[in-house]
Structure formats: C-alpha cells, structure tokens
C-alpha cells in the first residue's frame, strides 16, 4: 500500500516556475514507477510526466516537453515536477499516481495502482 500527497501548488503567471512535490510512504517506494497527471475542469486526467523506479527513465507529453522536468528522490521517497514557462493553458489539478512494482512509464491511468489527492496550480495571463 502505497499513501502519496502532492504540494506546492499555487497561483503563477505566465512565464514563471512552479515546483511540485510528491510525498510517498511505505519502504518500497524506489520500486515503484511514477507519473504525474493533470485534470483541468471540463476535460479528461491527461499524463505529464513519468520516471522510471531508478529514475534513469522518463517520459513526457509532448505538451510539456522541454518546459518540465520530472525527478526523484528515493532516499526521501519523493517525486518532483519542475515546471517552467508556465502557460494558462497548464491550469489543472496534478495529480501524482504510483504503478505497481517494476513496470514500464504507462501514459494512461490504468496501470496506476495508487493515487494522491492534487494540488491545483493556476496559471494567470
């Protein structure tokens, strides 16, 4: 079982930076693949980010590509999302999920077994 809870979100404008973070418990956390996810209301949960349990993988939309920036620390059992140049167009709920142990970076929900809570970032124009 697996308890994750996001932080750092917040209000920022156009072109500034934002940091999330992803809290795990549980010793088994460095097994896990991550991923992070964003829901904008009206629309559907869509993948950002994933890194493998190593942290020597990692995925991104293309809509984020080369703007944010998915880590992890397993000695604190934490996942991190830089994100910079932020657009209005990012204004969502990020959500971070865990897999299951040893698996691929999946960019749809299925897969994740686990599930925090968000944290809402809005970005003004």
């Known amino acids: 079982q697996v308890q994750l809870v996001e932080s750092g979100g917040g209000l920022v404008q156009a072109g500034d930076s934002l940091k999330l973070s992803c809290a795990a418990s549980g010793r088994t956390f460095s097994t896990y693949t991550m991923g992070w996810f964003r829901q904008a209301p009206g629309k559907e949960r869509e993948f950002v980010a994933g890194?493998?349990?190593?942290?020597?993988?990692?995925h991104y939309a293309d809509s984020v590509k080369d703007r944010f920036v998915v880590s992890r620390d397993n000695a604190k059992n934490t996942v991190y999302l830089q994100m910079n140049s932020l657009k209005p167009e990012d204004t969502a709920v990020y959500l971070c999920?865990?897999?299951?142990?040893?698996?691929?970076?999946?960019?749809?929900?299925?897969?994740?077994?686990?599930w925090g809570q968000g944290t809402q970032v809005t970005v003004s124009s």
């Open positions: 890194i493998s349990w190593k942290g020597e993988i990692t």
């Open positions: 999920a865990a897999t299951n142990p040893y698996t691929a970076i999946y960019t749809f929900q299925t897969p994740y077994a686990y």
